[in-house]
């Protein structure tokens, strides 16, 4: 998703404040993604990493250890690690949605192929593992590693719910969790686990990342239907590639008779044509798919801003908050 759309940018503001560290993050995955045998992995990944993004994910760790006191020098490790594993989840993700564009480029699966697309990705969890283990710590490793694993559960289990109508709010929650909230939640709580943050504190930076990470992507889904070129989203992705997001989910359940043949033929079978997304829009705002998605991003919102209130006062935490009412603020 991106978050360049609103005139104040939280996230650039949080950027100053954590400067050095992130110069030191990029340094280590500049380092890390490096190969003396294989040219075509820096190649790739740097593709990829060079063409932008927000780095919210590694913020989000270096904010959790800084909100929680520390000072070592593994944050800058983990915040790496986190970078690499979804650098490596977008190599992947890429191939298996058969993308040709990113951040508006071409995509590194349609610039070199998918088997390079593929190794690469390894390659780069490989060093996120390394990057790990480097830290010391046997929790920190653990809760990365779960992390990896739930990603590529969730990842999965979007392929088995896709294009079924019968996919439940429940079963897209858990999607979610999966492949979006997962390495949200991890990066915030290794933050808090590497400082020697007290368990309330751990506990409340998880849930957090998990909230924040939900309404990130549910916000996401919803602006494939709603957004512009300027939030970064191609309108109708989803819709073209059958993937049943909250807004679908919804909607389709409260289809008539008529409305399901629609969603069979449009979803189900794949047979799509001109206007076939203009009707599906109209179907789901008949509904109040749109709006009901719309508040659900927005609970989450609060959800993760009620976990911030658990933590010591500082102006990070602030930061926090605001980047938090920020990703739900174009859909208000």
Known sequence: MSLDAAATKPHEKLARALADEMEAVNQMIRLRMASEHAPRIPEVTAHLVEAGG????????LAAAKLCGYEGPFHIHLAATVELIH??????????????QRRGRPTANLLWDNTSSVLVGDYL???SFQLMVETGSLRVLNILANASATIAEGEVLQL?????????????????RGKTAALFSAATQVGGVISGAD????????????????AFQTVDDLLDLGGTEATGKNIGDDFRERKLTLPFIKGIAKADETERAFWVRTIEKGKQENGDLEQALEILKRHGALEETRVEALKWADTAKAQLDILPHHEIRDMLADITDYVVARIN
């Not at 927000?54 to 760790?61: G, I, Y």
């Not at 190599?91 to 949605?97: A, E, N, R, S, T």
């Open 87 to 100: 650098t490596a989840t977008l190599l992947h993700d890429d191939v298996v949605d058969e993308s040709e």
């Open 199 to 214: 368990e309330t504190h751990n506990n409340a930076l998880y849930r957090f990342g998990d909230a924040l990470g939900i």
């Open 160 to 176: 088995t719910a896709a294009r079924n109508l019968a996919t439940t709010e429940e079963t897209y929650l858990k999607v979610v």
């Open 54 to 61: 927000k780095r919210l994910r590694p913020m989000l760790t």
């Open 125 to 127: 969890f490989s060093r």
